[in-house]
């Protein structure tokens, strides 16, 4: 037995981790928050994933901004993911910034910041690393992996690279492959952070060198519009404007819209590197699980064991309901076992990560196999 | 719970142990369930109504959200041993083609409908002179989800004009099971069980 609820720790992994681009990294470290006691058999974990800006701070307050965990909705003792059943484990992704290595890590050959010597890593990277925290925890296999966007990402990659060591596979708001339009996205924020002066090739650590903050609140301004639906916009903000009666005739933030992204930006850069900022979204762009088969993406499933879950929502523009419908189509075509159903909320992308009692329902069914039915 | 419907009471008993089968219009789910836990078969389902799907997940199950004239095309030929079509078949567009689908993919097919020649339905539009609205079918003629009604004759045409092979039918009188010499009359449900 492990104790429960360590809001977050780190582990230095044994060995090098290899990459996909070919290099390895050294003296690799993963921050992970868990919650929840580890059975004796240790078949009760479950690997919460979570999304570009996401971190482990899964079901505990957020050290930096004193908010609550960024899915209590779902984690917790009695909650779908529920702790007093599960040991749940959530780490910080390889290339991000809450205490697994990354671009502003120090590099132990250079004994300088990375910046952008990091090599290039991708979700399999990603995955290969919480594998190795796995190894390191002496968990064999997961009862289960899920996460939403991103998150999703990786419980798919987990099901396709290690079969054998994941039970169940829950893949929500989710995509398979980023599309045309999620690089283009992407490619915006990366553009705003480097055409920031500040930005300085990266090398932005030193003492008395501002980060690109600037660039960094724009491009997460541009990508948080991608995370909301059209209509959900309408309805909280319309055309309303912001502390005024009428419009100034200028470039102040007239509309409500205007100044809740400004607030959405400044609050960002407090939390979150630019490199990181760079680094994630490069490795979402390079994610395409089919590619390594041909362009097939149900042979990365072929006889797999792992149960799956799909579940999009109407309003996501970002992973439309089609992206996961090929998911689920690959999955049936490699015979694999696997739910999807789209379900209904005008909060878009961000959908995943608020109140949804049917998301809450399934996800419970889901893990607990149907023995509680 | 609800309980199962007598066509599904009939689907139920003649599924093998262990077998693996698709489920298509599968609702909440109630027919899943009692194929996975009296005959430990292995069942994926298809349910159009997203609430429904939901529901079923949540218990479980394992149930895609689909259209049956859209999405059954993606499973490989024979990959179920049995798929069931029950009560979905005159909700279709083309269900033609959907035949066409269910025996491609799986070993075997059951398909159930309600039976519109049955004598109560004939003397309903006779006397009447209005669509009939009885017990099976109760809906409008304006809002029923029965797009294509359907004889036991009707389908019999159809599934010797496809040359497919029957390898069980049962006819259905409320709860009770009637003989098939008068089934287009008497029957108010049927069951097929086809092979391709």
Redesign the interface.
């Given at each position: 037995m492990q104790n429960a609820d360590r809001h977050s720790q780190s582990v230095k992994l044994g060995s090098p981790l290899p990459l996909d681009c070919g290099k390895q990294l050294e003296g690799v470290e993963i921050a992970y928050a868990s919650h929840g006691m580890l059975n004796a058999d240790k078949d009760n974990a479950i690997l919460i994933c979570h999304a570009l800006t996401g971190d482990q701070y899964v079901a505990s307050d957020h050290p930096v901004t004193g908010k609550p965990g960024w899915w209590v909705r779902m984690v917790g003792p009695g909650k779908p993911i529920d702790t007093d059943r599960y040991h749940v484990i959530c780490a910080n992704v390889l290339g991000s910034c809450m205490g697994s290595t990354g671009p502003a890590s120090i590099c132990p050959v250079t004994g300088k910041p990375y910046a952008m010597d990091f090599p290039v890593i991708t979700i399999a990277d990603m995955v290969r690393a919480q594998a190795m925290l796995l190894d390191h925890l002496g968990i064999e296999k997961l009862h289960a992996v899920v996460g939403g966007s991103m998150g999703g990402m990786q419980a798919l990659s987990w099901a396709a690279q290690y079969p054998m060591r994941v039970g169940a596979a829950a893949i929500i708001a989710s995509t398979s492959r980023h599309s045309a339009q999620n690089i283009a996205f992407h490619e915006v924020g990366r553009q705003a952070i480097m055409a920031d002066p500040s930005w300085q090739g990266g090398e932005y650590y030193g003492d008395g060198s501002a980060a690109p903050s600037a660039g960094l609140a724009v491009a997460r301004m541009a990508a948080h519009i991608t995370y909301l639906s059209e209509a959900g916009l309408t309805e909280k903000f319309g055309r309303r404007l912001q502390d005024r009666d009428t419009k100034t005739f200028g470039f102040d933030a007239d509309f409500q819209i205007e100044s809740y992204l400004r607030h959405q930006g400044i609050n960002f850069v407090e939390r979150f590197d630019a490199n990181s900022y760079l680094y994630i979204t490069r490795a979402m762009d390079y994610f395409d699980l089919s590619e390594a088969h041909g362009g097939m993406l149900a042979k990365a499933f072929a006889g797999t064991p792992v149960?799956f879950?799909l579940i999009s929502f109407n309003t996501d523009w970002l992973y439309p309901t089609a992206e996961s419908r090929t998911i689920?189509?690959a999955l049936?075509?490699a015979?694999a076992?696997?739910?999807?159903?789209?379900?209904?909320s005008p909060f878009g992308h961000d959908a995943f990560l608020l109140e949804n009692a049917?998301m809450e329902?399934?996800i419970?069914?889901?893990l607990?196999?149907?023995?509680?039915? | 719970m609800t309980s199962l419907r007598p066509d599904q009471k009939i689907i139920a008993a003649h599924v093998a142990d262990g077998a693996r089968v698709l489920d298509i219009g599968c609702g909440s789910g109630v027919l899943m369930q009692e194929l996975v836990e009296t005959r430990g078969a292995d069942v994926l389902g298809m349910e159009i109504n997203p609430a429904k799907v939901a529901a079923a997940m949540a218990r479980g199950l394992s149930v895609a959200q689909g259209d049956a004239l859209k999405d059954l095309v993606h499973y490989p030929d024979q990959s179920f041993d049995y798929v069931i079509l029950s009560q979905t078949l005159q909700a279709v567009k083309r269900p033609d083609l959907v035949l066409d689908e269910l025996v491609r993919i799986g070993r075997q097919a059951f398909v159930s409908f309600p039976n519109f020649a049955h004598w109560r339905v004939r003397l309903s539009l006779l006397m009447g002179g209005r669509m009939p609205v009885t017990r099976l079918l109760p809906e409008q003629w304006y809002d029923t989800p029965n797009i294509h009604h359907v004889t036991v004759d009707d389908f019999r045409a159809l599934i010797r004009d496809k040359g497919l092979v029957q390898d069980g039918q049962w006819f259905l009188s409320g709860d009770t099971q009637t003989g098939r010499g008068a089934a287009n009359l008497m029957a108010e449900h049927a069951v097929f069980l086809l092979r391709g």
């Open positions: 149960r879950c689920l189509q049936h075509a015979g076992d696997a739910s999807f159903v789209e379900l209904e049917e329902a399934i419970r069914g889901f607990g196999n149907g023995e509680e039915r | -």
